[in-house]
């Protein structure tokens, strides 16, 4: 069965019988020097930056797949309260984190 995540604090229709703890889940991600050169042109002349969208989607796909073996290596079954947050951590990079509490459901 696949790990349920929630935003929520609980999971409709199911009841938490146990909490197992935080559990995170990341990614450091640095731009590429041709996306950079892409992207300034854009800037330029306006609209979306989609090298730099999809580097983002592939972070937060990749921390929510690590937040999942974390809460996974607890024993839960779902995450709720589940967040999304990211920060610079260099120039030119950046961590994309993935928490939430891990929960058994019953």
Same mark, same amino acid.
């Given at each position: 069965?696949?790990?349920?995540?929630?935003?929520?604090?609980?999971?409709?229709?199911?009841e938490?019988?146990?909490?197992?703890?935080?559990?995170?889940?990341?990614?450091?991600?640095?731009?590429h020097?041709?996306?950079?050169?892409?992207?300034?042109?854009?800037?330029?002349?306006?609209?979306?930056? *989609? @090298?730099?969208?999809?580097?983002?989607?592939?972070?937060? %796909?990749? +921390?929510? =797949?690590?937040?999942?073996?974390?809460?996974? #290596?607890? *024993? @839960?079954?779902?995450?709720?309260a589940?967040?999304?947050? %990211?920060? +610079?951590? =260099?120039?030119?990079?950046?961590?994309?984190l #993935?928490? *939430?509490?891990?929960?058994?459901?019953?």
């Amino acid at each position: 069965m696949a790990m349920i995540m929630s935003t929520a604090d609980s999971v409709p229709g199911r009841e938490i019988a146990e909490t197992m703890g935080l559990a995170t889940g990341s990614t450091v991600r640095a731009r590429h020097v041709g996306r950079d050169v892409l992207a300034g042109l854009k800037q330029i002349v306006g609209g979306e930056i *989609g @090298a730099y969208e999809k580097l983002l989607q592939e972070s937060r %796909t990749q +921390a929510l =797949a690590r937040l999942e073996e974390a809460a996974a #290596a607890m *024993g @839960a079954d779902a995450v709720v309260a589940l967040r999304l947050t %990211t920060s +610079a951590i =260099a120039q030119g990079s950046a961590e994309v984190l #993935a928490y *939430g509490t891990a929960v058994k459901l019953q």
